[in-house]
């Protein structure tokens, strides 16, 4: 289950060919098994994390990582809309980085199909710290 803006490219790929990334897609799903972690850094509306977490079964997880607010909150709506993930999948805000001094403060999230709005940069999850959810 989806919720989607068919304004949006990567939704409006989901609704045509159930799936985003057609070719990333297809290696994703061979070299996942039932068990493992995995970790999709930049998981913008979920559309490799929610399939992955079918994927591999409740004996694995998925830690998906999104750092802008627009694209964490549908993220977690498309995780509401699939309850049977809320195990496998876990929502996690934060850009990651290996050089924090040099991290962007905004990222594209977006890729709107509509005129001049595909520039649009969306600015991480506040400058405040966040505490480690896993410490």
């Not at 990582?65 to 934060?94: G, H, M, Y």
């Amino acid at each position: 289950m989806w919720e989607l803006d068919l304004s949006e490219g990567i939704d409006l790929s989901i609704y045509l060919f159930g799936r985003f990334e057609r070719d990333t897609s297809k290696a994703l799903k061979k070299a996942t098994r039932p068990g493992m972690v995995i970790f999709d850094i930049g998981a913008n509306v979920g559309a490799h994390a929610l399939p992955m977490a079918r994927w591999i079964g409740e004996s694995g997880q998925v830690y998906a990582f999104e750092p802008t607010d627009w694209a964490f909150s549908r993220l977690k709506r498309n995780l509401n809309l699939n309850p049977s993930l809320s195990r496998t999948l876990i929502p996690v805000q934060c850009a990651l980085t290996d050089n924090a001094a040099e991290t962007p403060k905004a990222f594209h999230s977006s890729w709107s199909l509509k005129e001049n709005k595909s520039t649009i940069l969306y600015m991480v999850a506040g400058s405040r710290k966040r505490q480690n959810p896993y410490s």
